[in-house]
Structure formats: C-alpha cells, structure tokens
T-cell receptor, first 112, second 119 residues
C-alpha cells in the first residue's frame, strides 16, 4: 500500500524565518494535496498539485511537486504565528480508487 | 467555516453504549467520507459514499456502522466500542469522489471533527 512520509515531524521556528516541509511517497504520485490542521480541528485545504514540476503559491506558502522523486515540498516564507498548526499531505493512490492516503503530519510552531 | 458541520463536537461513551455521529454538508457535493485520526498515526479513511452508495469500506470493524440517507447527510453509528477507538473522527465531502478524475472537483472539504473518548 502507498505510504507518505513527512519530514520533519515537528518544527519550531522564529517568526520571520523561512521553512520547508517535505512529503515523500513510497509509490508514484498521481497528485498531491496539502492541508493545514489546527489541533483537534478539521483540515483546511491549502493546495492541490496535479502535474510533475507544478508549483503553486498562496500568500506566503509555495508548494511544488516533483513526480520523479515522488516528492512534494511546502515552503513558507517569512513565517508568522498564524502559520502554526499541523500540515498534512495527502495523495491519490491511483488505479481509480476513491481513497486518499495521508502523511502523519508536520507540527509547526512559530515563536513570536 | 468549510460548509461541513459535525455533531457532537465531543463525545464520551462507555463500551456498552450506542451513539451516533452526524455530518452535514451544505455544499451540494456528491461524495462524503469518514476518517479516523488517532494520535501519532496518519489520517485513516474509513468509508466513502458516492451518491448515497457506499463505495469504499477500508476494513473497518462492524462496531462502526455508516449510514448515508441522502447526499447531504452522513452518520456513523457506534456500538460496543473499545478504548482504542478513541480518536478524532472527521467527516469530509467533495463534489466528486477522489480518484474519479484529478481535478478541483476532488478537493475534500473537512468538518471540524468529533473528539470521541471511549471509557
């Protein structure tokens, strides 16, 4: 079965610093979602990447998909306390399945 | 607000109790999902409903019984649960089921979750 490995598991940064979170798949990526979750709450959609090499940005968050490496990265520029939360990547397992698999998440803390 | 609501937000129950979780989406979506999120584990898909029909059961124990009376409502009936079933249960919906085609129609909108504790 497909698995997604996220790194790092947790990250503490000072406000204003840049950071990168990685998501690596054990199998071919047919596409990838990034979600943000505040502790004990639902997931908020950030971005969806469909094609190798695709890069999307929303405010200070940029995500890229490297199909060959079966990997996606999420980069936050000039982090703010509002960026704090758990970031999860999810991927379509392919083959017509309706199933998404998710990584365990990366917990981000931004200190003012 | 994502357009997906879940009730109750918190639930404490004994192993012999029967309870139900409710999910409602106001987005006109056709697919609905139940996920389980346990500490230090990846988010796990439990069930998928597409146009009220169950299309995915991810080897979930029978003590969890889903019900989808219409495209807007999804229930998860619980009975004789175990303490290890304690988790955050998340409901999600999408315009089309994930995997049918890779497009924005597959984006899943999540509810706030129900925090379940089984004593």
């Amino acid at each position: 079965s497909q698995e997604l490995e996220q790194s790092p598991q947790s990250l503490i940064v000072q406000e204003g610093k840049n950071l990168t979170i990685n998501c690596t798949s054990s199998k071919t990526l047919y596409g990838l979602y990034w979600y943000k979750q505040k502790y004990g709450e639902g997931l908020i959609f950030l971005m969806m990447l469909q094609k190798g090499g695709e890069e999307k940005s929303h405010e200070k968050i940029t995500a890229k998909l490297d199909e060959k490496k079966q990997q996606s990265s999420l980069h936050i520029t000039a982090s703010q306390p509002s960026h704090a939360g758990i970031y999860l990547c999810g991927a379509d397992v392919g083959g017509g399945s309706e199933k998404l698999v998710f990584g365990k998440g990366t917990k981000l803390t931004v200190n003012p | 607000e994502t357009g997906v609501t879940q009730t109750p937000r918190h639930l404490v129950m004994g192993m012999t109790n029967k309870k139900s979780l409710k999910c409602e989406q106001h987005l006109g979506h056709n697919a609905m999902y139940w996920y389980k999120q346990s500490a230090k584990k990846p988010l796990e898909l439990m069930f998928v409903y597409n146009f009220k029909e169950q299309t995915e059961n991810n080897s979930v124990p029978s003590r969890f019984s889903p019900e989808c009376p219409n495209s807007s409502h999804l229930f998860l009936h619980l009975h004789t649960l175990q303490p290890e079933d304690s988790a955050l249960y998340l409901c999600a919906s999408s315009q089309e089921p994930s995997g049918t085609r890779w497009s924005s129609y597959n984006e899943q909108f999540f509810g706030p979750g129900t925090r379940l504790t089984v004593l």
